[in-house]
C-alpha cells in the first residue's frame, strides 16, 4: 500500500466532494461544534465549542503531519453546503491496512444518503488506487446508528473490544470493530454499493 500525505488527494462524485482537510476549514465547521455538540455523544474526540473545533482540527493535521492521519472535510453539493469530516487513521502502510472512522456529518445530513457516497469515494481510494488489503472500522458499541450505517455499506463484524476506551463523561465502552477487504470490496460488495448509490 502506498499513501502519499503530500497529495491533495480530492475525492468527489455527483453528491460529494471529500478534499483534504485544511486549518482555515474552521469557519466551515464552526456551526456544528457550537450548534450541535451531540455530535459527539459517542466519540472519543470532541469538537464541541470553538476551542473544541480548535483542536480538532490541529490534531487532525497534526496526524497527517506525522503521516499517521489522513483527514478529509465533506461538501455536499446537494444542499451546496459543508457537512462534516471523515478520515483514514491507524495508517500501517507496511501491513496494508488502515481505519476509516472519526466521522461525523451535521444532523441535517443523516440519512440522505451523503454517507454512503463518502464510503464509497473513500473505499474506492483504497482499495482500488492505494492498494489496501483491509479497512477496519470502530465505534462505541452503543452507537447503533453508526454501526447500523457500517453494516449498510458491507462492513463484517469481527468483533467486541470489551472495556476498551474511556466514555465520556465517565466510564468506559466496549468497542465494536468491524472490516472491509479488498477481496470482498472486488467480488461484489464495491458494485452493491455502487447500486446503493444510484438508488438513492
Known sequence: MYLDFKENYTLENER???RPLAEDDLD??????????????FSLVSAAGRQGMQDY???????????MEYPFIVYD?????????????????????LQLGYTWYGSDFHGTGLNKNCKYLL????????????VEFRADNDNS??????????????????????KSPAGRR?????S???SEWNNGLKVALAEKIRAI
Open 16 to 18: 460529494v466532494l471529500l
Open 28 to 41: 466551515h465547521l464552526l456551526p456544528f461544534a457550537l450548534h450541535e455538540p451531540d455530535l459527539w455523544r
Open 57 to 67: 482540527i490541529a490534531i487532525a493535521l497534526l496526524g497527517r503531519q506525522m503521516k
Open 77 to 97: 453539493k446537494r444542499s451546496k453546503a459543508y457537512a462534516g469530516c471523515t478520515r483514514f487513521y491507524d495508517i500501517l502502510l507496511d501491513y496494508d491496512t
Open 123 to 134: 473505499l474506492s481510494l483504497a482499495f482500488d488506487r492505494l492498494n489496501c488489503i483491509r
Open 145 to 166: 446508528r453508526s454501526i447500523a450505517a457500517m453494516k449498510s455499506i458491507g462492513c463484517k463484524v469481527d468483533g467486541i473490544l470489551r472495556s476498551n476506551m474511556p
Open 174 to 178: 466496549d468497542s465494536i470493530i468491524l
Open 180 to 182: 472491509i477487504l479488498q
